[in-house]
């Protein structure tokens, strides 16, 4: 057994500062918990590597959550038959399973002696008794099982996410579900700051952040309530819970984002910067009411987190070229169009970085302000007291700024000050709604500007999704026939279907297709990468905006000057091996006449 310290181990292995055990031994003296703990609740060290230092210090094994019997009579069986109260083992925040009845919850075999052991309330012979708690060298809780059993005993480390699970499985949930309706305001906030509650809402961040998922979808049903993380984009299934446990759950998210706790009839919306595994954080909850309870929704904004470069978006070939030549133009406006959660933030943060040269004023007005930037002014919008994109964006043209970022044009008004600040000589970077870039013409029509001015003012228009990419661990060459149909849809595409222009299918094809493996969750991708599509506003395309054609007209003009559409852009990715075809289907389908998926034989 390592004689140093937890903290210590944590400390001198660089996973934790000094002020970091600082504030943790503050904390254990306030409220008596073990220094580990401390650490984990105040957001200073993930458990994975808790836990790994625990197992090192005191020679224990950590038992991954499928190692844990499954089911409430195996967890029930060894202290009915050691004749421990649960209630006890709840307090002592400790379950207990005989070791064969761990992979399936199974019913022991019957004794040497023809007795069934769980009739007779008697431990298995030779079983070995396990033992997982938060503490689980409590010299009160090894004590009391040493009495009552004199057969081996395994002490092991579990994650905190898991024990809690299995405490509530020690429960009857239906009768918990039928309990006390929790409406009152100071019972909730006591059951948000009950330690197991604490710790399954910090499981829940540090899996997320471990997974690098963008969301976390909590979502109650009658009997249970699910934990969903939205990864690359797709949405999985992570762990189901008792529905008894939701209420303090849920307050406890509540809590940590400023909501209103005692509120659950209405929507809330809530962020919050907080401090998890030694990270900063902001997290935006959502909470919409249903007929099961409160529906939560949280976004992590990783404040650390790395802004991919251009060409790591995945921005290159002609659409690259249009973007350069438009963030350069002296004023006008740019639009990123695409659906939320497409990266278009991103990608003119990116904008930004590309004409911030010191010599030009920049303001930008954003709802949140995502990243930081250096050299930058950056407004945050607030809807709530009336500091809205329009009023915000007037005040900032007294400013005397020369390049303007707007979050999001949302309405007619906005959308206007925009057209004349580019009229005026400024050059208006913001995002739109729309599926494809040309059809932000339309929807700037929608909002009451005239064609004659977005004619004027428009310089460019740029629309992005994300695909997922392949996971270069297990993605394999795709077949005979999967090649056949891929050459099929690039021959049908580019304008008047004439297939994409051959001086842009450089190098041989390595089309490829996803298999699965545990670097990928079995997914067969991971990460992601933009497709674009890009049209500068000038000569025969201008023409045709300012004259209001319709969308085939603003597209033939377009493809004049080069312009490829996302689908083209991305069946070009998927031609080098960075995505597969049923991607660039899955994302892109409407954007093409194409049948249904490929058949990804093995896929």
Known sequence: MDERCIGDILLQDGSVSTDDIAEALAYQRETGTLIGQALLRLGAV???RLLAALST??????????????????????????????????????????????????????????????????????????????????????????????????????????????????????????????????????????????????????????????????????????VRLRIDGVLSRVQTQPRGRFD????????????DIAERRLPQDGRQSIRFAGEDVDLRVSSL??????????????????LPTLEGLGLEGPARQSFDRMIREPNGVVLVTGPTGSGKSTTLYRALEQVNDGEHKIITIEDPVEYDMDGVTQVQARADIGYSFARGLRAILRQDPDIIMIGEIRDGETARIAVQ?????????????????????????????????????????????????????????????DIKAAEALMSEAGGQKQGIPSNLL??????????????????????????????????????????????DKLEAAAREGGYLSMFEDAMLKARTGVTSVSEVLRVLASNTEAGAPLEESGA
């Open 506 to 551: 450089t190098g041989p094809a390595n089309w490829q297709i996803p298999t699965g493996c545990p670097q990928c969750r079995d997914t067969g991708y991971t990460g992601r990468i933009a497709v674009f599509e890009a049209a500068c506003i000038d000569g025969s395309l201008r023409e045709a905006v300012a004259q209001g054609a319709s969308a």
């Open 46 to 48: 993930a458990e994975e």
């Open 248 to 259: 303090a759950v849920a307050s406890r998210i509540k809590l940590i984002s400023g909501m």
């Open 289 to 306: 009411p249903g007929a099961w309870g409160e529906s939560l929704v949280l976004r992590l904004l990783r404040k650390r987190q790395e």
């Open 421 to 481: 600040a580019a009229l005026t000589g400024h050059l208006v970077f913001s995002t739109l709604h729309t599926n494809s870039a040309l059809a932000a013409v339309e929807r700037l029509t929608d909002l009451g500007v005239e064609p004659f001015l977005i004619s004027a003012s428009l310089r460019g228009l740029v629309a992005q999704r994300l695909l997922r990419r392949l996971c270069p661990a297990c993605a394999r060459p795709a077949g005979a026939a």
């Open 57 to 226: 210090q005191l020679e224990l094994d950590v038992l991954d959550a499928a190692e844990i019997p499954s089911d409430e009579l195996a967890l029930s069986r060894a202290p009915t038959a050691l004749g421990l109260p649960l209630r006890w083992l709840t307090a002592k925040e400790a379950v207990i399973w005989f070791e064969s009845e761990a992979v399936d919850g199974a019913k022991p075999g019957r004794a040497a002696n023809g007795h069934d052991p769980e009739a007779t309330n008697l431990p298995p012979p030779g079983a070995t008794l396990v033992v997982a708690a938060r503490n689980p060298l409590d010299p009160a809780l090894g004590e009391r099982i040493e009495t009552r059993f004199d057969g081996p005993i395994r002490r092991v480390l579990v994650s905190n996410r898991s024990l809690d699970a299995a405490l509530a499985r020690l429960h009857d949930a239906s009768a918990r579900t039928k309990g006390e309706a929790l409406t009152d305001a100071e019972r909730l906030r006591e059951m948000a700051e009950e330690a197991p509650v604490i710790d399954f809402v910090n499981a829940l961040f540090e899996d997320a952040m471990r997974a690098g998922a963008s969301d976390i979808h909590v979502e109650p049903y009658e009997h249970e309530y699910v």
